[in-house]
C-alpha cells in the first residue's frame, strides 16, 4: 500500500550544526506533508507542514522542501541545538481524509 | 492548561482483561484520533472521530472501540486485551483541515 518511509532511523549532529533530515513518500494524491517532533515520553507535537503546491516553505529555524518530482521531502533545522534532540517524523495527508500516514521515524541526537 | 490529556498514563494488565483509557481535550477541536506507537516508534491511526462520523483504520481488530460521550472526550476501550496490544497509545484532537494534530501525553499499556 501507500507509504511514507525515512532513509535513516538515526542521525547525529555537533550542536549549532544545520540537520537535515529526509523522507520518501510514495502516495501522489498526498495534499500536506507534515512533520512533526516526538522528544521522549512526550507526545508528537507538530513543526511545519507544506503544501502540495509548494516546493519550499521556512518557519522558525526550520526549512522544508518538498521535490514531487522524485517524491521526497526533507526537514532542515538551522544551528541545531540540544533542545531539537528528539524523533522527527514526517507524515502525509490525502484529500479530505483527517487521517494521517506517519513514516517510520528519524531519531536526532544533537553532540555537545 | 493541559490541550489534549489522557488518563492513566500506564496501564499494567493481565491477558483477556477489558480496559479503558481516557482523552480530553480543552482545545474546542471537532475531531479526535486515537493512535498506536509500536515498540519501533512506528505511529499508527486507529480512529478518527468528530460528531458526524468515525473513520475506522481497517486493521485494527473490533476488540477496540472508541467511546465519545460529548465533543471534548474521545476514550478508548479494549476488550480481551492481548499481548500484542502492548504499545503507546496516543490521542489527538484537530481542527478540520487534519494538518495540525495536538497529541496527548500517551498512555504506555503493558499487557502480561
Known amino acids: 500500500g501507500e507509504s511514507v518511509g525515512l532513509h535513516l532511523p538515526t542521525l547525529s549532529v555537533q550542536e549549532g550544526d544545520n540537520s537535515i533530515i529526509n523522507c520518501a513518500y510514495s502516495?501522489?494524491?498526498?495534499?500536506?506533508f507534515i512533520w512533526y517532533k516526538q522528544e521522549s515520553g512526550k507526545g508528537p507535537q507538530f513543526i511545519i507542514d507544506i503544501r502540495s503546491n509548494m516546493d519550499k516553505r521556512q518557519g522558525q529555524r526550520v526549512t522544508v522542501l518538498l521535490n514531487k518530482t522524485v517524491k521526497h521531502l526533507s526537514l532542515q533545522i538551522a544551528a541545531t541545538q540540544p533542545g531539537d534532540s528528539a524523533v522527527y517524523f514526517c507524515?502525509?495527508?490525502?484529500?479530505?481524509?483527517?487521517?494521517?500516514?506517519f513514516g517510520s521515524g528519524t531519531q536526532l541526537t544533537v553532540l555537545p | 492548561d493541559t490541550a489534549v490529556s489522557q488518563t492513566p498514563k500506564y496501564l499494567v494488565t493481565q491477558m483477556g482483561n477489558d480496559k479503558s483509557i481516557k482523552c480530553e481535550q480543552n482545545?474546542?477541536?471537532?475531531?479526535m484520533y486515537w493512535y498506536k506507537q509500536d515498540s519501533k516508534k512506528f505511529l499508527k491511526i486507529m480512529f478518527s472521530?468528530?460528531?458526524?462520523?468515525?473513520?475506522i483504520n481497517e486493521t485494527v481488530p473490533n476488540r477496540f472501540s472508541p467511546k465519545s460521550p460529548d465533543k471534548a472526550h474521545l476514550n478508548l476501550h479494549i476488550n480481551s486485551l492481548e499481548l500484542g496490544d502492548s504499545a503507546v497509545y496516543f490521542c489527538?484532537?484537530?481542527?478540520?483541515?487534519?494538518?495540525?494534530?495536538?497529541f496527548g501525553p500517551g498512555t504506555r499499556l503493558t499487557v502480561l
Open positions: 502516495n501522489s494524491a498526498s495534499d500536506y
Open positions: 489527538a484532537s484537530s481542527g478540520r483541515a487534519g494538518v495540525e494534530q495536538f
Open positions: 482545545l474546542g477541536h471537532d475531531t
Open positions: 507524515a502525509e495527508k490525502a484529500g479530505s481524509a483527517r487521517q494521517l500516514t
Open positions: 472521530y468528530n460528531n458526524k462520523e468515525l473513520i
